[in-house]
């Protein structure tokens, strides 16, 4: 009988614990602050867009734009990297599917999605390497000016 309790009281303890210790780390857990956003702003200088004609004469859908182009600092102004990549027609007059790389110092980040004829285009950041080989996120698209001679790239990191 006095085992018995005594192995009952033994359990009772580390049953405490268990939950004491489960408790503690949820609680930890639900205080760590969530993975920080990081924001990268550069300027591609648009120099090498080539538009391979495949289809129908003139803009149609299937059509392919190439390019490998400067990447620059946010401020426009020192070369920090290149870009690479493709887009294919998918809407004449209005929009491209691109896909592209863009090699930078700490690594490259790949990027898929729209490219609009007119207004900004969000992309998916679809993975990276070196520094950025677990980031994930969106990259924002805006037209400096009506040429589409320079572009704003806003990388939102997570």
């Not at 027609?89 to 790949?110: N, P, Q």
Request: glycine share 12%; charged share 20%; with cysteine.
């Amino acid at each position: 009988m006095r085992d018995s309790l005594i192995l009952r009281s033994v359990v009772n303890v580390l049953t405490g614990l268990g939950m004491a210790g489960a408790l503690f780390a949820a609680s930890v857990l639900s205080a760590a602050p969530a993975s920080a956003e990081m924001q990268l702003h550069v300027v591609e200088r648009a120099t090498s867009d080539t538009v391979t004609d495949l289809g129908a004469k003139g803009d149609s859908v299937g059509d392919i734009l190439t390019f490998s182009n400067e990447i620059f600092d946010g401020a426009n102004q020192s070369k920090i990297g290149v870009d690479n990549g493709f887009c294919i027609r998918t809407v004449v007059g209005k929009a491209w599917e691109c896909f592209w790389t863009i090699a930078l110092a700490r690594g490259h980040l790949t990027v898929e999605g729209p490219f609009l004829d007119a207004g900004d285009s969000v992309l998916a950041v679809t993975g990276g390497t070196g520094s950025y080989a677990t980031e994930r996120g969106e990259m924002a698209l805006h037209a400096r000016d009506a040429k589409g001679s320079e572009y704003d790239f806003t990388y939102t990191l997570k």
